[in-house]
């Protein structure tokens, strides 16, 4: 943890490659949509105005309609529980965190109340990124047990904000210790099951990684064992000998993201690729009425989102039936995949049914160990197939910068109009370094 301190204490934006500071302006891109694209989502809106009704002084605006100002905790929390509720945020691909929703909503939150600039934004951004990413890869929990968005969103959060207000290292050193007593546990089963408390867990990484880093200093802090006790002890995590200080410098975790074209759980990419690949060779096709069965080969994760019939939006994202009849269906993976209509649809609930997952032989070393294959055959005895070794997205398949921009625009559609929100991401991707946050916020409602 010490040479991490230092390491981040050091930093400064003038000497990041140009490439990581794009990079970063991409993630914040691409969360700040799925910020914004989730505002008229039921349940957050019910949970949205109940804590507006009671939250504390003006300092840091929530990112949905009306943008109403309430305290840094409260904007953070809202902001962030939003950034992952359609699952179109960016993720980290070498170990599995999704760095830069833990970061933003805190950083987004504590730079407009405190008149902090996009330099120290970024710096921030980057340095939290880093944190959460080398905690993924520090830690390797019993597969599918943890999720991590509860576990390392106070942490990386925590360590953003304390970048972004200048802590030495002594004062990042205890902020990781503190944040880290913070951890969720967090199941991985939660998601899988569609339980909507699973959306939270980022939201309260944010208001607690702001709570540790301001706890650490008037000096309530954890022990300095605090990571090794919750992430191993307590989590059962199996620790990897220099995951927290090997290379620093050298790289940054930021460069390793993805970015989802489909708004569902990962594991389920590369098969939606595959069918969409299978359902272009056949668009006349009636598909609830004429296919007989479904097979799809996939990988041991995506094996894991086997629920054919999921009750919630989320439990219809962690679906890998569900996503394939929806894709079927309807033709996208997007958002409009997982509504609350689609899960209720009944052709798609007669295609979900007639899907089979099994596992794939070709799984490989990355960035071909998520493959999926899908075979359709139909009632009159023919059937097809479609093979995907890299989902769309992945580092090894990026999407480019301006399938990027198309993709905030249609996501964010929910809170800020189409041009508005074009004009917006040129002006994020752009934004200068000594652009404060509060312009930056004043730009994100003059899109609206």
Not at 156 to 175: C, D, E, H, N, Q
Not at 197 to 204: K, L
Not at 242 to 257: M, R, T, V, W
Not at 354 to 372: F, N, Q
Request: charged fraction near 20%.
């Amino acid at each position: 943890m010490f040479e991490f301190s230092e390491w981040a204490a050091d930093l400064r934006y003038a000497s990041l490659p140009a490439w990581t500071l794009d990079r970063a302006r991409l993630v914040l891109l691409d969360d700040l949509g799925a910020v914004l694209g989730a505002a008229g989502e039921a349940e957050l809106e019910a949970y949205r105005g109940r804590y507006l009704g009671v939250g504390g002084r003006h300092e840091a605006t929530v990112l949905a309609p009306g943008f109403v100002m309430t305290d840094r905790f409260g904007a953070a929390e809202l902001n962030g529980m939003a950034g992952c509720w359609l699952e179109v945020d960016e993720g980290y691909r070498l170990a599995t965190s999704h760095a830069g929703i833990y970061a933003i909503p805190a950083l987004l939150a504590v730079a407009e109340s405190e008149g902090l600039t996009a330099r120290e934004l970024l710096e921030g951004l980057v340095v939290g990124y880093e944190i959460a990413a080398r905690f993924a890869h520090a830690w390797s929990f019993p597969p599918l047990a943890i999720h991590p968005h509860g576990a390392f969103s106070p942490v990386g959060a925590a360590v953003a904000v304390a970048k972004a207000r200048g802590y030495s290292s002594s004062g990042l050193l205890r902020t990781i210790q503190t944040a880290s007593a913070f951890a969720i546990a967090s199941p991985y089963n939660h998601a899988t099951g569609g339980a909507l408390v699973r959306n939270v867990w980022t939201g309260a990484g944010a208001r607690l990684g702001i709570m540790a880093s301001e706890l650490a200093m008037d000096g309530i802090l954890g022990l300095p064992s605090s990571p090794l006790d919750v992430f191993g002890t307590a989590l059962q995590g199996e620790w990897q000998e220099g995951a927290l200080s090997n290379g620093l410098g050298e790289n940054y975790a930021i460069e390793s993201g993805y970015h989802k074209p489909y708004a569902c759980c990962q594991y389920a990419h590369a098969t939606i690729d595959a069918l969409l690949e299978l359902r272009a060779r056949h668009e006349a096709l009636e598909w609830a009425r004429e296919v007989e069965s479904i097979v799809v080969e996939t990988h041991p994760k995506g094996l894991s989102l086997d629920v054919a019939r999921p009750e919630t939006t989320l439990g219809a994202k962690f679906s890998l039936p569900h996503a394939v009849a929806a894709g079927l269906a309807y033709g996208t993976g997007g958002p409009s995949a997982f509504t609350r209509a689609s899960i209720e649809d009944p052709g798609v609930r007669a295609l979900s049914d007639a899907v089979e997952l099994r596992p794939i032989e070709e799984v490989k070393e990355w960035p071909e160990d998520r493959p999926s294959r899908i075979t359709v055959r139909l009632r009159d005895g023919s059937e097809d197939t479609a093979y995907c070794a890299t989902a769309t997205g992945d580092p090894s398949r990026p999407l480019s910068r301006c399938q990027l921009v198309e993709k905030f625009v249609e996501v964010a559609g929910a809170t800020v109009r189409p041009q508005g929100a074009r004009g917006l991401a040129d002006q994020i991707l752009g934004m200068p370094e000594d652009l404060l946050v509060r312009d930056l916020v004043r730009l994100v409602k003059e899109a609206a």
